[in-house]
């Protein structure tokens, strides 16, 4: 009865049913859109494109978190403080840069598909948690520094043990953004010949299909609300766990 009352296993259960049961739908896009010849989406099947979809917004994600949260980290140690300004600039620049331009540049120079994908996504992603990540750690107290220190811990161990539980609900909120942003993002990703739910978006804006328009946005929708779903959870069960006093 607790499951039925969770609102990530309806999410979960939705998303679900609208991948594997999309070509169900048939005789209902068909009643939407009368003038469509083929209201369903039939050039990958739905479950493929959701996979591919969650492929390349996993590598793409994971490659954002592991660059950001390091020079997030670099630039709030002593010896990198200065450097701090002209990260925060750079990993900007990332994001106001568009996806679409990184794409069209990369593409030439690398090839069509998924690679150029991954760059453009990778590079969107950066800048929350690397603002997420020095927030988090500036954010910890000085006075709890001071007794790390004189307790006798080094700077790294005072990181690992102190700093980073301290911080990592806020570098998580980053996280959050960043992955949410990518899985809306990834959509463009077909644009240079990459499989993913926007595969239908694109084929149906290029031949002015509606109904694939909507069977692509309605799926990326779908797992963008699953995914905030959990790290919602993911959030709570950290909060739990995290120690209230880390120094000991």
Not at 150 to 155: A, H, P, S, T, V
Not at 186 to 192: F, G, L, P
Request: glycine share 8%.
């Amino acid at each position: 009865m607790r499951l039925l009352r969770d609102p990530l296993v309806w999410a979960v259960l939705l998303l679900a049913a609208l991948t594997w049961g999309m070509p169900g739908l048939k005789p209902l896009f068909a009643a939407l859109f009368p003038d469509l010849d083929r209201p369903i989406y039939t050039q990958d099947s739905f479950i493929s494109l959701v996979l591919a979809h969650l492929n390349i917004v996993f590598w793409s994600s994971c490659a954002s978190v592991l660059v950001g949260v390091a020079a997030g980290l670099a630039v709030t140690r002593s010896a990198g403080r200065e450097f701090k300004p002209l990260v925060e600039t750079v990993v900007a620049m990332g994001q106001t840069f568009p996806p679409v331009a990184v794409l069209a540049i990369a593409a030439p120079l690398i090839g069509f598909g998924t690679a150029p994908a991954l760059i453009a996504l990778a590079l969107y992603g950066l800048l929350p948690v690397v603002r997420a990540t020095i927030a988090g750690i500036e954010a910890v107290p000085a006075s709890v520094r001071e007794i790390a220190a004189g307790l006798g811990m080094g700077e790294l161990r005072a990181l690992l043990q102190i700093e980073l539980p301290l911080a990592l609900p806020v570098i998580l909120t980053g996280v959050r953004t960043s992955v949410i942003v990518n899985l809306g993002t990834a959509a463009i990703a077909s644009t240079v010949g990459a499989k993913t739910l926007g595969s239908p978006i694109i084929v149906g804006l290029s031949g002015f299909n509606t109904a694939y328009v909507l069977q692509g946005a309605v799926l990326v929708g779908g797992l963008a609300i699953v995914m905030d779903l959990a790290f919602s959870r993911l959030a709570l069960r950290l909060e739990r766990w995290r120690p209230q006093n880390p120094i000991h």
